[in-house]
């Protein structure tokens, strides 16, 4: 499908999103206004708050692993991190006001605008294959799977274990975590193919590895104790 | 051995810790003070961090994984919270001001007075036994040995991944956590056991689990994985 792509200018920008970059994601030759989450309309009907946390995770640096005093800055555009030092300090982020290990995880988290955006786009993809998901409108159907193929309800599994997630996870939470998280293969890529949901425990276990990191790691752990 | 078990009536009571339920553990007979940890006499002194780690885990509610600001009162003495909510509020102690899932974390860590002093002496001999540990005085290794058996260097292994432990990690922090932690093989036991040292790490992704359920779980994911 070809998109329209005409850069959203009017957007509000923040401190921490200073750059022009948004763009159009509807149908080239759209009519009607120009939108740069039209496959998210549906859900933020029904779901307010599993689309804010689609843009939200695809788009921003910050995860809830790390909501601390000391995390710095709260949701930096992730592209905005990969400008250097003194390109952030002429837009008024000082990176180096804050410690190193923030900085650090900051810049873990960089990703360009169009990672972001494919990522915000297979989420949400993978969040209609979940059981018990709502069905996209027709409209939405046709824009997901003309990139990533037919949406098969129950066919989204947790990136770590891989068992199938429940849409209905996504209302629960467990001291106030909501139990479906946003995880990532390879800790520091962002790109769609990394990217995906997990159970809570799992990617808390999963923790800074690599799912094959943890998978090795788990065989060890049965090779030694005797459980294999 | 055969232990004073004289009440330590001149401690100090702190609003969180308000039975007079401390008793000197030194051998019977002992000439000097009364003293409650006589076995952390050494640790105390080459390693105080160390010590101070043993006696607040095996003694009070709390852990660093649920330091937050909704978390209740900090350092309350597990024993405490054996008592009822009416026993404790005419101690001043006002459960029914807390948030329910702050109460069932309290009462989940709730012990007798002497699970924990066994815990606490428990922790003390794994420690010695860890690779690259100071040695004993001879006096608190053979105090610990006639309860647990000879200490052998290097033998301490983690909780959870059964690898050795390394007094060194006691000294390395990572964001500020401690790479050695208490952990319980069972969450809601308290006794020598069913508690061990894990490495952070492990004890993360163990979570709320058992250790045996975090063995069947992690199994079921390599499992599913294709990864056995």
């Known amino acids: 499908m070809k998109l329209c792509g005409k850069p959203l200018r009017n957007r509000a920008n923040s401190k921490y999103d200073p750059l022009d970059l948004h763009r159009c994601f509807r149908e ?3 009519s009607g206004k120009c939108e740069e989450f ?39 555009s992730r592209w905005v991190m990969l400008l250097s030092d003194q390109e952030l300090n002429a837009l008024g982020i000082k990176m180096d006001m804050l410690k190193p290990i923030v900085v650090s995880k900051l810049r873990d988290k960089a990703a360009t605008y169009d990672q972001c955006m494919n990522v915000a786009m297979n989420l949400t993809y993978s969040t209609y294959g979940m059981a018990h998901a709502p069905a996209p409108t027709p409209e939405i159907k046709s824009y997901l799977e003309s990139f990533f193929g037919p949406i098969v309800g129950g066919s989204t599994v947790c990136l770590v274990c891989k ?66």
């Open 28 to 30: 080239d030759g759209h």
């Open 38 to 76: 039209p496959y998210l309309r549906h859900l933020a009907t029904c779901s307010p708050k599993v689309a804010k946390k689609i843009m939200r995770d695809s788009t921003k640096t910050t995860g809830a692993a790390w909501k601390s005093e000391d995390a710095g800055p709260n949701r930096i």
């Open 163 to 228: 068992a199938p997630l429940d849409y209905d996870d996504f209302a629960l939470a467990r001291r106030g975590k909501a139990e479906i998280e946003t995880a990532h293969s390879s800790p520091r890529s962002h790109t769609a193919k990394n990217v995906g949901f997990a159970h809570r425990l799992c990617n808390i276990a999963q923790g800074d590895r690599s799912v094959k990191e943890f998978y090795a790691w788990i065989k060890t752990i049965l090779q030694r104790t005797g459980e294999l």
